[in-house]
């Protein structure tokens, strides 16, 4: 599933969906796709709708003697569930959704295995938080009638409830935006409506008696839907590089955990950020716990910022920044904006520039 606007990572989705947004020079996308193949899917097919025409070339480089993979684009918004209807004729056996703007250590290959084990209809990967007030929470028991236990990281979905207060949080697992579903839960879909897996099919299969399991992920899970969680996906990324099964692209691993992509000039200091391709950081710049797409001219100070591709920075010192593709900033002293990159919509935020 790939449609999702990205309105929180603004303004750098006004040039590329959200899925398409990279990190450590991979997009999104391609993280979910490692995914499913290492479980052996050899069909994959990209739900898309805002800014679809973007990503069909890069999911027409997937294709291979392994994978066959293609994009279905919606053309007006179905939401989750209903953007999978439209595949119905195409989706006869069981079948794996997996949200395109995440990044996860998902071990699909098991989840499937306890699918079948289980008899389940839909098998849900999940995901264990500190604070589940935020999120919509699982309950789960260890029959399929049993009691609810808070303590459980795997077993039957029981209940569920959408931001609960903390004296109505009964467990701290959310999902995880990857599920096992077979097709006759997809025909009670509604077709050509809007629908959505969590909030509407989920509870009605739930409610229904249908059997669904859940397990959680172990790893890591970061959906990068906000800039902070694209700094916090990349530094993860970078530390569990050993123990993770994603690939790190060509370049050099620091000390401190930061990353400098190969073909990039990095003459000043940076801690705790990652430098893509065909960077020039000069030697009076310091970067730190910041994220420098590909093409970037760096000199000054970068805090806690988000830089968009090819833009120029010169006698700056930005913090907490996220800028948009293409952009120049001299002599400024700016915090706590998004610059829109130049010549695009009018969908810009109003924003001020420099």
Not at 99 to 121: T, V
Not at 321 to 337: F, H, K, P, R
């Amino acid at each position: 599933m790939a449609g999702g606007r990205g309105t929180r990572l603004l303004p750098l989705t006004l040039s590329r969906p959200k899925p398409m947004v990279e990190v450590l020079g991979r997009p999104v996308l391609d993280y979910v796709k490692d995914a499913m193949v290492a479980a052996g899917i050899e069909n994959i097919i990209v739900t898309t709708g805002f800014q679809g025409e973007v990503m069909s070339k890069h999911v027409e480089s997937w294709n291979s003697q392994e994978v066959n993979a293609s994009i279905n684009q919606e053309h007006t918004p179905m939401g989750t569930a209903g953007s999978v209807r439209l595949l119905a004729d195409r989706l006869t056996e069981t079948f794996v959704v997996g949200s395109g703007d995440s990044i996860a250590s998902f071990d699909i290959a098991e989840l499937l295995r306890l699918h079948k084990e289980k008899g389940a209809m839909v098998t849900m990967a999940l995901w264990q938080v500190e604070d589940p007030c935020e999120y919509g929470i699982v309950g789960l028991s260890s029959s399929p009638e049993g009691e609810v236990n808070g303590e459980l990281k795997q077993g039957y979905i029981s209940r569920f409830k959408e931001k609960p207060s903390p004296e109505e949080a009964f467990s701290n697992v959310i999902n995880a935006g990857l599920y096992i579903i077979e097709p006759e839960v997809l025909q009670m879909v509604p077709e050509g409506e809007k629908y959505d897996f969590s909030k509407q099919l989920f509870p009605r299969v739930l409610e229904l008696g249908m059997l669904m399991y859940a397990k959680a992920v172990e790893g890591i899970w970061y959906d990068v839907g906000h800039p902070l969680e694209l700094l916090n996906a990349q530094r993860a990324l970078i530390e569990m590089r050993e123990s993770l099964p994603f690939p790190m692209p060509a370049g050099e691993v620091l000390a401190d955990g930061s990353f400098i992509a190969k073909g990039s000039n990095v003459a000043g200091k940076i801690e705790r950020s990652v430098i893509l391709s065909n960077c020039d950081i000069s030697s009076d710049s310091f970067v730190k716990d910041s994220l420098i797409m590909s093409g970037c001219t760096i000199e000054g100070t970068i805090d806690g910022s988000v830089i968009g591709e090819s833009c120029i920075i010169r006698d700056s010192r930005l913090s907490k920044m996220v800028i948009g593709d293409q952009q120049e900033i001299v002599a400024a002293t700016l915090a706590n904006q998004r610059l829109p990159a130049e010549n695009q919509s009018a969908k810009q935020p109003s924003t001020p520039s420099d």
